[in-house]
């Protein structure tokens, strides 16, 4: 069946630093890709998304491509801050009735000063 | 704020009891989504119901179903609850019915079953 993969945290990083969270994705057909966040304490949100192959998605400061070759939606930063601490979900969905979204199991981001 | 409504905020109740949680969609979202979040299972998608319809189904228990009222509100009912439903479960809704719409999350309901 579709389903994502997501790197395991948790990931632990200085202010500042890059980020990269890797996320694949197994499918039948081409899926829309996500990426969500959730802060401690409140419910999910939409950091980006890409609908297909080559797509970036992008938000603050917040990147990641749709790599159809690779079934891969990596997400990107290139300078955490502190207030990015929380936990990510990579996403995948299809256009069609009948479906949801499928989430990784999520990784879990802490920055220090 | 993401203007979807989740009530109670926390719930505390005993196996073999029955409870319900509340949904209230964004303003004009016709979609909603009920996603179970757990430590063992992650974030589980349970039924998703659209202009009063089902649409959709997950890994939704036969102990569990929903509905959607003709306001748009939702509601989740859980029965002969086990230890192993205690878990933090999330309403979501969108404008459409595919599952591509941005989905708008609830802050969510945690129950505990003691």
């Known amino acids: 069946g579709d389903s994502v993969t997501q790197m395991e945290g948790p990931v632990t990083l200085s202010e500042e630093a890059f980020l990269t969270i890797n996320c694949t994705y197994t499918?039948?057909?081409?899926?829309?890709l996500f990426w969500y966040v959730q802060y401690p304490g409140e419910g999910l949100q939409l950091l980006l998304k890409?609908?297909?192959?080559?797509d970036k998605g992008s938000n603050k400061g917040f990147e990641a491509t749709y790599r159809k070759e690779t079934t891969s939606f990596h997400l990107e930063k290139g300078s955490v801050q502190v207030s990015d601490s929380a936990v990510y979900f990579c996403?995948?969905?299809?256009?069609?009735?009948?479906?949801?979204?499928?989430f990784g199991k999520g990784t879990t981001l802490s920055v220090s000063s | 704020d993401s203007g979807v409504t989740q009530t109670p905020k926390h719930l505390i109740t005993a196996t073999g009891q029955r409870v319900t949680l509340r949904c209230s969609p964004r303003?004009?979202?016709?979609?909603v989504y009920w996603y179970q979040q757990s430590l063992d299972q992650g974030l589980q998608f349970l039924i998703q119901?659209?202009?009063?319809?089902?649409?959709a189904k997950g890994n939704i228990l036969e102990r569990f179903s929903a509905q959607q009222f003709p306001d748009l509100h939702s509601e989740l009912n859980l029965s002969s609850l086990e230890l192993g439903d205690s878990a933090l479960y999330f309403c979501?809704?969108?404008?459409?019915?595919?599952?591509?719409?941005?989905?708008?999350f609830g802050p969510g309901t945690r129950l505990t079953v003691l």
């Open positions: 119901y659209y202009n009063g319809e089902e649409r």
């Open positions: 979501a809704s969108s404008v459409a019915i595919g599952a591509t719409d941005t989905q708008y």
């Open positions: 890409a609908t297909k192959a080559d």
């Open positions: 303003s004009g979202d016709l979609s």
């Open positions: 996403a995948l969905s299809f256009n069609q009735a009948g479906t949801a979204l499928i």
């Open positions: 499918a039948t057909g081409y899926p829309s």
